[in-house]
């Protein structure tokens, strides 16, 4: 089921597939399609819940909107007591990590929200090298809105340490390409990314919480790795290995559902 619903200065795509439990699988800057493979796998036992993050593709955002993660928490609550189908156990990855931690912490409704998996979340400000990297991320920033497209993907790519070497960068991202990835794109570094490498958890707030920092197994020595390692570490536990990278969900979505599938049990089980 593929619907709208019409939120504080945007308009929410959103999907819905399977029956059960309520499983909700959200990313920022990546969209419903990206979880798309990883929902399908899981819609047999539970009912999954992805959407386009506000202002991305087909989720519409009001002239002089803004995407922060309060914002986009709010958004996930607002979907979650829309469907009707809680408490929810919400997945978010990259910059969906930031919005289900900000969900964590700004609903501390159990009958809402039962528990979050932050999969590698980006939060700068948590590393020692934080105004370092944060000053590198401006400099990006500026650069790609002043039209150095491939220039700052390159530096990004170095900065958050992925190893993809520039020739490949240079091939992603010249040439024709898709308009509306191109939009989402631009959305990102102009309203998105640099209000979510900045947000500061309340970790006293998401101590009280069921929070999981997940780091997947092929992220060792990359920029996100080290922020989740910082937050889990801050937070009093230990992180949560699952398969693949920084987008293993999206890259291996088989062994990620059956990793997933094995973190819900536990977390389905009485605190």
């Known amino acids: ?31 419903a399609d990206s979880f798309a ?9 539970y009912t999954v819940l992805t959407t386009d993050p506000r202002g991305i593709k087909r989720s519409t955002l009001d002239p002089g909107g803004t995407s922060r993660p309060d914002q986009r928490a709010d958004d996930l609550a607002r979907l979650i007591r829309h469907i009707d189908a809680g408490p929810a156990i919400a ?3 990259s910059g969906g990590a930031v919005s289900v931690l900000a969900l964590a912490q ?23 090298d934080g105004d370092e990297l944060l000053a590198k991320s401006e400099k990006l920033m500026t650069d790609y809105l002043a039209g150095d ?18 020739k490949v960068v240079e091939m992603m991202f010249s040439g024709e390409r898709d308009p509306q990835q191109v939009a ?16 500061t958890p309340d970790l006293d707030k998401l101590r009280t919480a069921n929070v999981v920092i997940g780091i997947g197994a092929d992220s060792t020595a990359q920029l996100c790795e080290r922020t989740s390692e910082a937050l889990a570490s801050q937070l009093g536990i230990e992180p949560t290995r699952f398969p693949g990278g920084h987008t293993g ?7 990620f559902a059956e990793a997933l599938r094995a973190e819900l049990k536990v977390l389905h089980q009485p605190r």
């Open 37 to 45: 493979p990883l929902a399908d796998l899981l819609a047999g036992d």
């Open 106 to 128: 700004e609903h501390l409704d159990l009958d809402l929200v039962g528990a979050v998996i932050a999969h590698e979340p980006p939060l700068d400000r948590l590393v020692e």
């Open 184 to 199: 989402a794109e631009q959305f990102w570094f102009s309203h998105e990314m640099r209000e979510t490498i900045t947000w």
């Open 91 to 93: 997945l978010g990855s």
């Open 1 to 31: 089921m593929t619907n709208t619903l019409k939120v504080p200065e945007a308009e929410l795509y959103y999907e819905v597939r399977g029956s059960g439990p309520l499983v909700v699988l959200v990313g920022a800057p990546m969209d």
């Open 249 to 255: 969900f999206a890259d291996r979505p088989e062994v």
């Open 149 to 166: 497209v491939v220039g700052a993907w390159q530096q990004f790519f170095r900065l958050a340490n992925l190893g993809v070497p520039d």
